[in-house]
């Protein structure tokens, strides 16, 4: 079959490897209906040393169930299904608790525990825990915009809405949310969800914010750094926002949350951190009592609701995808997506 | 009038000063009853640089009303009052969202704003705001284990408490301290307030441990740094504490902080943290979303509550004072402190 694998940075290349087989009788084996590529995936596209093995890449799909194996209980072959971008058994005492993605059973995918999703088949490991079934939906004769919205639940609009949920957003606060990648836009789609009042976007690509405008930003600041904080700052008051969502990952995207964080506030982050050490003392987070929350997201914890949504139109996350690619395009995604020509591109391997 | 100053890293005197006058129509004058010396203090008394105008130091105090400004509405010569360790109007909006540290008209004292507390009296910026009255209590006649008890509310306990407050305690959950100081100790008795189950003290002082134990701490880790992160872990079946109340400041014990708090928990820290960049990447909070949640205590907020449950007896948080000393022995306090032959000192200008 054809999968996806990058060898450094800038090198993507769709290969031929074998079919996977189930390992562990918790396993499934499914047939990739949509996956897509991440804006996490341009962090290794970015800095990848070169390699001869390659990154299995992508984490991102909804398939149909083709195997089960003899431990799985609540999939059977022909379901249609949504696949968080972790797996996780779900029974766990921090799966008990929220937090799918600390499963002591869980991993990631694209590392030697499970191969990558941008593939036309997969191994799903922890299958009951990994994969929610889809009820009613018939996914060849499904609109693309309905097959676009249960995609995006396998990681970008719950990604954002985990930002949201973690920073326990209150009726009527006001929201800022840093970065107008798909996972800024799904933050602001969710904050709205949570009852959020003013919803300022800090983003420059008008073609984006539009669509956080759609989705329910009240303002948009264009300007970055320390203008870009004086502006949110004028919005509010002076006072700053009762919640940021930091949808970016990158240590400016950082700076400027902390920079407008009301006193006492919250900043949220998803965009997956590109560094590890990063001020929170008296000058940045200490001093104005602002609190930190987020991480990778626990997609399962939100799955089965989003999914519901999703069917009753209530959200329309799938609006993320500007741009649907066979496999073999999926190098040219990766560059498009890179450029900005591209918000988000969804890879359907019957093209 | 007597009043503490400090010219350098170890060089702490008794100075003669003029007695504070009213200088705006908001200010109080008054006399101080007891005062004490904080951890906080101990930070410039290891690092403050040599110089010759010197830092007026202090900021917990219980005192009587000698004088009132025009304006100040709810205080009169007279009242007996706590006065929390920073100033503030009460009535802003961050004040009105209980974030009174960060006070539009707020500040602190032993800056050009306000002079330090550990004198024979002080001016109070914004009175109606800055002081509480204790109703019914006669300083002059007063146990000194209750004058004790109150002294605390300026600041240590307070402190502690907004730790566990900022963490948002669960009942049942478990809770780990680090550090035993004073405001390590009072996050114990406070956590023990709002429901912890399991609350583990890690410090290698006994008799201040053992405070801790009759505060509420069911287990108690001297162990430090991978040691004593390796021990939380076997206390908590491998999983780590919901709740971690960082009382030190210094990097270790923040290091300790990420290394013990479960998956989805939370780290509120309350020490002045001596270090401005610190890990909050992968690797450390965002990997296991963990949270991070503190800063300066809005003593204010919690001020009159915490009266009552000191006349209540529900609460004794004056047992952190184990030594008593006049003005001119302050100097030996600060000594004393450092040298960990006291765990908090009291000031009876009287003596």
Redesign the interface.
Same mark, same amino acid.
Not at 284 to 293: D, H, I, M, P, T
């Given at each position: 079959m054809k999968a996806t694998y990058m060898y450094g940075a800038g090198d993507v290349r769709i290969v031929d490897v074998p079919k996977p087989v189930i390992q562990q009788p918790t396993d499934a084996i499914v047939r990739t209906v949509r996956a897509c590529v991440c804006g996490s995936d341009l962090h290794p596209y970015h800095s990848l040393p070169a390699m001869e093995q390659g990154l299995s890449m992508g984490h991102e799909l909804i398939a149909v169930v083709e195997e089960v194996g003899a431990d799985v209980k609540t999939l059977k072959k022909g379901d249609f299904v949504v696949v968080p971008f972790a797996f996780q058994d779900n029974t766990c005492?921090?799966c008990q +608790?929220?937090?799918q993605?600390?499963c002591v059973h869980g991993g990631w995918y694209g590392t030697p525990q499970a191969d990558g999703l941008q593939a036309e088949y997969a191994r799903i490991p922890q299958a009951d825990g990994s994969a929610v079934a889809v009820p009613g939906v018939d996914p060849e004769t499904a609109s693309e915009d309905l097959l676009k919205s249960l995609l995006a639940l396998s990681d970008v609009y719950l990604t954002g809405f985990h930002a949201a949920y973690?920073a326990k957003i209150e009726a009527g606060q006001t929201v800022a949310v840093v970065g107008d990648g798909a996972v800024g836009l799904s933050a602001v789609l969710a904050a709205k969800q949570l009852g959020a009042g003013k919803v300022i976007l800090m983003g420059r690509h008008e073609d984006r914010t539009d669509l956080g405008r759609e989705w329910g930003a009240t303002d948009v600041v264009a300007e970055r750094g320390a203008e870009g904080v004086t502006k949110v700052m004028e919005l509010t008051n002076g +006072?700053g926002a009762h919640v940021v969502l930091e949808a970016v990952g990158h240590m400016p995207a950082y700076e400027q949350s902390y920079g407008i964080v009301?006193? $006492?506030g919250v900043i949220s982050?998803v965009g997956? *951190?590109q560094? %590890? %050490?990063? *001020?929170? $003392?008296?000058?940045?987070?200490?001093?104005?009592?602002?609190?930190?929350?987020?991480?990778?997201a626990?997609v399962r914890a939100y799955l089965e609701d989003a999914i519901q949504q999703v069917l009753d139109g209530t959200i329309d996350p799938g609006k993320v995808f500007d741009r649907v690619v066979g496999l073999s395009e999926v190098p040219a995604a990766y560059a498009a997506m890179d450029a900005r020509e591209s918000l988000k591109v969804m890879v359907d391997p019957a093209l």
């Open positions: 005492v921090f +608790e929220g937090m993605t600390a973690m +006072e009301r006193p $006492g982050r997956v *951190p560094y %590890e %050490e990063a *001020p929170i $003392g008296f000058g940045s987070l200490f001093g104005k009592n602002a609190r930190l929350a987020g991480g990778p626990p």
